[in-house]
């Protein structure tokens, strides 16, 4: 997702390219292919911790919208969800990422 000058600006369109680009590192995280063995562990269980927390959210979203009118419900599953969704996502595929590099290095 390309953000205008504007957009750019704002830090829910900021936050909404990033969850939803697979290919966004962390700060700091640097790349799978040089890391080592440590850089590796440690950024595989950051993904963990981040990914387990982005699918409590999901579920508490879930959870929630059992007891919304089918309005509410309605858009939440039209904002919400599909932003929780790609962020989990995003985290999904980075910690696979890790993974694979630990495996690599084993």
């Known amino acids: 997702m390309k953000l205008s000058g504007k957009d750019r600006r704002r830090p829910d369109m900021v936050a909404a ?8 590192a962390m700060d700091g995280e640097g790349d799978p292919k ?5 850089h590796a ?3 595989r269980q950051i993904y963990r911790e ?7 959210v999901m579920e508490r979203i879930q959870d929630l919208m059992i007891k919304q009118s089918p309005q509410a419900r309605r858009e939440v599953e039209l904002t919400n969800v599909p932003v929780v969704a790609a962020q989990a996502e995003r985290f999904r595929q980075r910690l696979g990422f890790w993974t694979a590099r630990v495996r690599e290095l084993e």
């Open 17 to 24: 390219a990033r969850g939803g680009d697979p290919s966004q």
């Open 41 to 43: 562990l440690y950024w």
């Open 50 to 56: 981040v990914l387990a927390m982005e699918e409590k």
């Open 34 to 38: 040089s890391a080592s063995m440590e």
